[in-house]
């Protein structure tokens, strides 16, 4: 089982808000950065979000990250159809020594 | 851009051995740290192992270690992964990767490795 928990699955109606947080320690979470990737139904894992809240080159501001303590949060505001997909965050483990991914959460555009 | 293509994906036998590789391209690989990620079938994604750039640093997953080995040639942008022994749940698409978590991340499409008889 994934050392990072995340929620199955958040819904929300067209153009609005949803957040999506990432659990972990302070082994992972607490004291390295944080990523969030999304993957559309078919499709490889895409980033959207590194070192805990800088947006990569084309990813549009709607999709923001913060983290506080051993917590981490994506948002993503004007919810699009296009925005159906699984999330995941991932960060590494001190302890483990070993990359860890969360467990993934679900979006619907209802 | 940065480009990542996997291939060696295949339908192997439980017990039996497989590489997989992975062509780098669109960024100086010999400076990257690189990963290898699963995902079986409905699941989510799993960190399998990861290399540091000059090959002298190794991490694996614990359900993978001494049946995996994570390898890279720097003089041909390419990354590795030998599987051996391999069991029925080590069925997943194994994607290659550059930072896959916490970093500026890249991902390739992924190779299907099936394990069965």
């Known amino acids: 089982q994934s050392v990072l928990t995340q929620p199955p699955s958040v819904s929300a109606a067209p153009g609005q808000k949803v957040t999506i947080s990432c659990s972990g320690s302070?082994?992972?979470?607490?004291?390295?950065?944080v990523s969030w990737h999304q993957q559309l139904p078919g499709t490889a894992p895409k980033l959207l979000i590194y070192?805990?809240?800088k947006r990569p080159s084309g990813i549009p501001d709607r999709f923001s990250g913060s983290k506080s303590g051993t917590s981490a949060t994506l948002g993503i505001t004007g919810l699009q159809t296009g925005d159906e997909a699984d999330y995941y965050c991932?960060?590494?483990?001190?302890?483990?020594?070993?990359?860890?991914f969360g467990t993934g959460t679900k979006v619907t555009v209802l | 851009e940065v480009h990542l293509v996997e291939s060696g994906g295949d339908l192997v036998q439980p017990g039996g051995s497989l590489r997989l590789s992975c062509a780098a391209s669109?960024?100086?690989?010999?400076?990257?740290?690189m990963d290898w990620v699963r995902q079986a079938p409905g699941k989510g994604l799993e960190w399998v192992a990861n290399?540091?750039?000059?090959?002298?640093?190794?991490h694996y997953v614990d359900s993978v270690k001494g049946r995996f080995t994570i390898s890279r040639d720097n003089a041909k942008n390419s990354l590795y992964l030998q599987m051996n022994n391999l069991r029925a749940e080590d069925t997943a698409v194994y994607y290659c990767?550059?930072?896959?978590?916490?970093?500026?991340?890249?991902w390739g499409q992924g190779t299907l490795v099936t394990v069965s008889s």
């Open positions: 990767a550059k930072d896959a978590v916490g970093g500026e991340g890249y």
């Open positions: 669109g960024f100086t690989f010999s400076n990257s740290w």
């Open positions: 290399i540091k750039k000059d090959g002298s640093e190794k």
């Open positions: 302070s082994s992972n979470i607490e004291n390295n950065y």
């Open positions: 070192e805990n809240s």
């Open positions: 991932g960060t590494w483990d001190n302890s483990l020594n070993t990359g860890v």
